[in-house]
């Protein structure tokens, strides 16, 4: 089991910053794909961008250019940083942890206000 816990979201202006974190308590975090998930209201929750274990980056195309993603192995953490933040940017941030199971963190809000 892994325990993942998200700080960092909160109210921001469009066009400010964020950056979001997520510790996992596990010995074997270099082995986990860590990614970072979002969901607003009435909508699916979607992948915004993710870091393999070798440390390949993905994103989704609608942050591309805005978000960076990275991990810290020595920390068992991972961030994301958010710059040129959008209303459409608000939702519910989650952290996530796969390698065979995926591990979800509680989530953290992030609203940008226009």
């Known amino acids: 089991q892994v325990q993942l816990v998200e700080s960092g979201g909160g109210l921001v202006q469009t066009g400010g910053s964020l950056r979001l974190s997520c510790a996992a308590s596990?010995?074997?975090?270099?082995?986990?794909?860590m990614g970072w998930y979002r969901q607003a209201p009435g909508k699916p929750r979607e992948l915004v961008a993710s870091?393999?274990?070798?440390?390949?980056?993905n994103y989704a195309d609608s942050v591309k250019g805005r978000f960076t993603i990275s991990r810290d192995n020595a920390k068992n953490t991972v961030h994301l940083q958010m710059n040129s933040l959008e209303p459409e940017d608000t939702a519910v941030y989650y952290c996530?942890?796969?390698?065979?199971?995926?591990?979800w963190g509680q989530g953290t809000q992030v609203t940008v206000s226009s």
């Open positions: 596990t010995s074997l975090f270099s082995a986990y794909t």
């Open positions: 870091v393999s274990s070798s440390g390949r980056t």
């Open positions: 996530s942890a796969r390698q065979i199971v995926v591990y």
